[in-house]
């Protein structure tokens, strides 16, 4: 007679301790979790919402900082390598000032110099009243010991007649050369430099010109003005220098969400 009683079956060795029939135990770990990320029909993307609002603001603008973009702000905190490896995907780095509460990207340096990376990143040549104003404002900065970020304001005059002070003999038009430092606080203000207050006349020195502005590169424009202003550099109406494209201005972004506060 055949014996009919089943074998008996060893689990463990079979399934590895998991049960078939879970729908779940079935689907690999990261599997799930890239599914769990995905916002349209295709998504592949492995960065939740609030991450890949902080990679988009830190590509749109030049820094990315508590007071300017504060859910950004918090969601790179939160991801900082994951945003930083999506970052050098695309050769840039990503640099992270916990003290100034400030987030910013930079080119990436290739270590051979026969072959450089490619760039999503501009410089961008700055007119002479602008470059006046920066290390002004730099300055500015360095020589006020108030504690905590984006404390120390400017007046829309104070601006003016330093720039002034800059003002070659033979610069006659007064108007026209008022309306290019306009031109420079406006510019500086979507760069999110200068941050606006409820007086239209009065403006926040952002802290982040510290970083994005090291010493160096202050000491380096700084001899270029002295120079330009002797008649040893660019003509007065020239541009000055580029910045490096480490200080990518966010020209082309929307200006409407520049915060206002009081001052």
């Given amino acids: 007679m055949t014996d009919t009683t089943p074998?008996?079956?060893?689990?463990?060795?079979?399934?590895?301790?998991?049960?078939p029939f879970d729908d779940a135990?079935?689907?690999?770990?990261?599997?799930?979790d890239e599914s769990s990320f995905a916002l349209f029909e295709g998504d592949e993307g492995r960065l939740d919402d609030p991450q890949?609002?902080?990679?988009?603001?830190?590509?749109?603008?030049?820094?990315?900082?508590?007071?300017t973009h504060a859910d950004e702000w918090r969601a790179v905190l939160d991801a900082e390598h994951q945003l930083r490896s999506r970052l050098n995907d695309?050769?840039?780095?990503?640099?992270?000032?916990?003290?100034?509460?400030?987030?910013?990207?930079?080119?990436a340096r290739s270590e051979s110099q026969?072959?450089?990376?490619?760039?999503?990143?501009?410089?961008?040549?700055?007119?002479?009243?602008?470059?006046?104003?920066?290390?002004?404002?730099?300055?500015?900065?360095?020589?006020?010991?108030?504690?905590?970020?984006?404390?120390v304001v400017v007046d829309r005059s104070e601006i003016l007649a330093h720039v002034a002070g800059f003002r070659p003999a033979t610069a006659t038009d007064r108007t026209r050369d008022e309306g290019r430092v306009a031109k420079a606080v406006e510019r500086l203000v979507t760069a999110r430099v200068l941050l606006r207050t409820s007086d239209p006349d009065r403006f926040r020195i952002a802290s982040v010109v510290e970083v994005?502005?090291?010493l160096e590169r202050l000491l380096e424009l700084d001899t270029w003005l002295a120079s330009a202003t002797t008649g040893g550099g660019d003509?007065?109406?020239?541009?000055?220098?580029s910045l490096p494209a480490d200080l990518d201005l966010d020209l082309d972004a929307e200006?409407?969400?520049?915060?206002e506060e009081s001052a």
């Fill in 25 to 32: 135990a079935s689907v690999p770990e990261d599997d799930r």
């Fill in 7 to 19: 074998a008996s079956v060893d689990e463990t060795d079979e399934f590895d301790g998991i049960d």
């Fill in 255 to 259: 200006t409407d969400d520049t915060e």
């Fill in 114 to 151: 026969r072959r450089g990376f490619p760039t999503l990143l501009r410089d961008v040549p700055y007119t002479r009243e602008e470059t006046i104003v920066l290390v002004w404002l730099r300055m500015r900065l360095r020589a006020d010991g108030r504690p905590g970020p984006d404390q």
């Fill in 52 to 67: 890949r609002r902080a990679l988009v603001a830190l590509l749109r603008h030049s820094y990315v900082s508590a007071r």
């Fill in 235 to 241: 003509a007065p109406d020239g541009p000055g220098p």
């Fill in 212 to 214: 994005l502005l090291p």
């Fill in 90 to 107: 695309l050769f840039l780095e990503l640099h992270v000032d916990r003290d100034r509460e400030v987030a910013w990207k930079r080119q």
